[in-house]
Structures are given as structure tokens and as C-alpha cells.
């Protein structure tokens, strides 16, 4: 009774080793944060439909005419007429160049990449003005993507690890397989996955009641958010509720990103991966900003005007 007792104890150490091994790696953001400012209160140009001023609207008041000539220069951006164009602004300090810039920023919206930034940013020790110059302005040149994808997706029911014993010994055991069950609004689907997905699972800290989908040929696993038959099930939480997808769980699906060519350029600069003592050493070495070289930015606008 003993010897079973130790070798159980013996079992859950080797479990808790395990779990403590498990890497996850995460890659940063490249966008920057965005803090409560003196323009935070804007949401747009405020103006009305025929492009004349709305007075105080949108955060916006006074500069009224400046207003409607950058109403002008929004939809010349929406209609691609200022591709390669620059816009300048010029007056004295305090009469809300900034504020009508973060305006049109606004207008735009979010999928629209806008990098504002002050003198201060461009000294540096490390890196060169004109290498600051070019980041930020490679920051505001945005790409999408889009992409068809085989994808299975749906609303996680279970969850099940298949367990087997160790194969090179020990008492403990490594997961063989994962079996995950999703359902959409046409039915239900089962599916047996590899071990690798179930680490993806683990890193987007999927739990049942969760919409996700899994990519088909690479593996990847994408959460999308908590299926909306949960969202009684509290009453204050920082969830995204999705309804349930329709259709069959395996699909094809049109993917599309939003990324900026400064994103793609530090991809490249800093590739993931190396978990060596070597690769371990030179990234604690190497100093916090990477400077892009010229070489690796004609490379990636290659790739780029190749699509």
C-alpha cells in the first residue's frame, strides 16, 4: 500500500514537472499604446453630410474651415487620389493642427495605420534620425491580406486529452492525441487532433463555450471569442461575445489581416525561435532597439509589389 502511495506521489511530480516545462512563446505588438491624452476626447472632423461644419461635434470645435478642407483631403484618401501625397499643416503653436491630423485619423478608422509622433522620438543613442524617420513612415503604410483558408470552425463542446504512458519511461504520461467536439447551427463534429494543436489550444486558453477555428493545413489556433448562448452568465465581464458560426464545422474561409510594412520588416529583423544557450546569450547582448538595415527593407517591399 505504501509502495502505491509513493509511486502515485511520484506520478503527480512528474505531471507538475511537465506542466512547469511546457514554452510559450509570444510575439510582441509592433502598434504603439495608446494613453489618455489632451486629444483622446476626438471621434472625428464633425461635419455634416453635404461636408460643411457641425460647430462643436465629435470632440471638434472652432477651425471650421480647416475642418471642411480636411473633410475634402478624407474622402480624397477613401477614393485612393492621395497615394504618395503628403498633406502639411502649418500655423502657430496651439491652433490644433494635432487635433484636426487625429480627426482625419478618426474619419478614417482603425484599419487605416496612423503614427503620430513628436521631436523627441527621432534622438536616439542607438539608432540613427533618418532609421527613426523610416519606421515611423514604414508604420503608417499598411497591407491586407486576405486569404482562403480550409479552416474548421465552431463552438468548443468538450475538450479531451488522451493520456499514454511515457515512452521514453518514467511514471509520468505525455498527451497522444486531443478530441475536440465543435458544433455550428448545422451540426455537430468530433475531431481528433495532434498534440501540437493541443499546446495552441493551451496558449489561446480555450475552455468550453468558446468559438474558435482551426487552421487546417498549418494548425494554428485562432479564439474568437465566447459564444453569445453564455453572455447571461454574468453580469459585468470583459468578454467578446460571438453568435455561434453557421454552416458545417469544416469550411472554407476568407481570411483577412491588417498589418503595416514596419510589422513585416521587424518579423524578419528578429525571427522567433533558437533555444539554444548561443541564440539565449546574443538576445540578452543584443541592445533593445534593432536597427532595420536598407538591404532587409528592399527584400520585404520585393515580396511586397510581387502581390
Known amino acids: 500500500h505504501l509502495n502505491y502511495k509513493s509511486q502515485n ?10 506542466s512547469l516545462n511546457m514554452k ?5 505588438s509592433t502598434t504603439k499604446t495608446q494613453r489618455i491624452a489632451s486629444h483622446s476626447h476626438i471621434k472625428g472632423l464633425g461635419l455634416n453630410e453635404d461636408g460643411s461644419s457641425a460647430g462643436v461635434s465629435h470632440g471638434m470645435c472652432g477651425q471650421e474651415k480647416a475642418r471642411e478642407a480636411a473633410g475634402i483631403v478624407v474622402d480624397m484618401i477613401k477614393s485612393k487620389k492621395m497615394a504618395g501625397k503628403a498633406l502639411l499643416m502649418a500655423g502657430p503653436p496651439g ?22 509622433m513628436v521631436g523627441s522620438e527621432v534622438y536616439s543613442s542607438e539608432v540613427k534620425k533618418t532609421e527613426i524617420l523610416m519606421e515611423n513612415f514604414r508604420r503608417a503604410i499598411g497591407l491586407r491580406i486576405k486569404e482562403t483558408k480550409e479552416v474548421w470552425e465552431g463552438e468548443v463542446v468538450e475538450i479531451t486529452p488522451e493520456e499514454v ?3 521514453h ?32 489550444i493551451q496558449k489561446e486558453k480555450v ?9 487546417a493545413t498549418s494548425g494554428a489556433v485562432k479564439r474568437v471569442g465566447r459564444s453569445d448562448s453564455y453572455a447571461t452568465e454574468y453580469d459585468l465581464e470583459a ?10 464545422v469544416h469550411k472554407k474561409k476568407e481570411i483577412v489581416q491588417d498589418v503595416t510594412l514596419h510589422d513585416l520588416d521587424i518579423a524578419n529583423a528578429r525571427p522567433q525561435g533558437g ?21 532587409l527593407r528592399l527584400e520585404i517591399n520585393k515580396v511586397v509589389n510581387r502581390y
Open 24 to 28: 510559450i512563446e509570444e510575439v510582441k
Open 239 to 248: 468578454e467578446e461575445y460571438v453568435p455561434v458560426p453557421k454552416g458545417d
Open 275 to 295: 533555444h539554444d544557450f548561443l541564440s539565449l546569450m546574443s538576445q540578452i547582448n543584443r541592445p533593445k532597439k534593432t536597427e532595420i538595415t536598407e538591404k
Open 9 to 18: 506521489n511520484q506520478n503527480k511530480r512528474t505531471a507538475k514537472r511537465q
Open 207 to 215: 475552455a468550453v463555450g468558446d468559438v474558435i477555428y482551426i487552421e
Open 169 to 200: 519511461g518514467g511514471y509520468g504520461k505525455v498527451v497522444s492525441s486531443v478530441v475536440v467536439s465543435m458544433k455550428t447551427t448545422k451540426g455537430n463534429k468530433q475531431l481528433k487532433l495532434d498534440p501540437s494543436i493541443y499546446e495552441n
Open 95 to 116: 491652433t490644433g493642427k494635432t487635433a484636426i491630423a487625429l480627426a482625419i485619423s478618426a474619419e478614417l478608422g482603425p484599419k487605416v495605420p496612423f503614427c503620430p
Open 165 to 167: 504512458e511515457d515512452p
